[in-house]
């Protein structure tokens, strides 16, 4: 079975712009969430997604937006980036239903200067 | 709403010797609890989880973990750390039974296994 893969892995942007991250699920899961690690920090979670609307979403701005995809890929967007975006961003899919089913993927380290 | 607190930021120790990594929480729901390792520049693993049943859970890599629900902890502990343990530790956290709940994580504590 393939595991959660993101892209890019790593991608430096300039404060204002824009980015969007990519994170492809675990074959069989159809949930997916985003969490922001800051660094020396715990993950944060942003939002999750599961059958392509929005179900749940952290203490992040509007600024932060996602798409799931009917092959429940999973795309995150950051408008107007602040230095404080800089962070390493983790995409989870996991299977509703399963309590315990998270797979994180390696993660996109975002640098904002 | 749920929080993790991991009492230790750093713990250092020497190869071969016992480690215990602490983990409390607050919920006023029952949880499920979970502990993460992450390697430098890589993502999380699942260490070990806890859902129900026996308190004493075991995971990969020799760990095992203690749910208590009366002092409201899950320590994680191995007897004997390698090298290779080195890596930052995360405990977590969700509702029990609740489809489209987060993680909650801690803050994560950094072991540092020397020789």
């Known amino acids: 079975e393939t595991g959660v893969t993101q892209s890019p892995t790593h991608l430096i942007k300039t404060r204002g712009q824009q980015v969007t991250l990519r994170c492809s699920s675990q074959s069989g899961h159809n949930t997916v969430s985003w969490y922001q690690q800051a660094l020396g920090q715990g993950p944060q979670f942003i939002f999750q997604y599961y059958r392509e609307e929005e179900n749940g979403r952290g203490n992040f701005p509007p600024r932060f937006s996602g798409l799931q995809f009917p092959n429940y890929s999973s795309e995150l967007n950051v408008n107007a980036l602040e230095l404080d975006d800089s962070a390493l961003y983790l995409c989870?899919?996991?299977?509703?239903?399963?309590?315990?089913?998270?797979?994180f993927g390696s993660g996109t380290r975002l640098t904002v200067v | 709403a749920q929080s993790v607190t991991q009492l230790d930021s750093q713990v250092p120790v020497f190869e071969e010797a016992p480690v215990e990594l602490r983990c409390n929480y607050s919920?006023?729901?029952?949880?499920?609890l979970f502990w993460y390792v992450q390697y430098p520049n890589q993502g999380l693993q699942l260490l070990l989880k806890?859902?129900?049943?026996?308190?004493l859970v075991k995971g990969i890599n020799g760990f095992e973990a203690e749910f208590n629900k009366s002092q409201t902890s899950f320590h994680l502990r191995k007897p004997s750390v390698h090298i290779s343990d080195t890596a930052e530790y995360f405990c977590?956290?969700?509702?029990?039974?609740?489809?489209?709940?987060?993680?909650?994580f801690g803050k994560g504590t950094t072991l540092s296994v020397s020789s």
């Open positions: 806890y859902l129900s049943g026996s308190t």
């Open positions: 989870a899919s996991s299977l509703v239903g399963q309590g315990d089913g998270y797979t």
């Open positions: 919920s006023s729901v029952s949880v499920y």
């Open positions: 977590a956290v969700r509702p029990a039974n609740q489809a489209g709940t987060a993680l909650i």
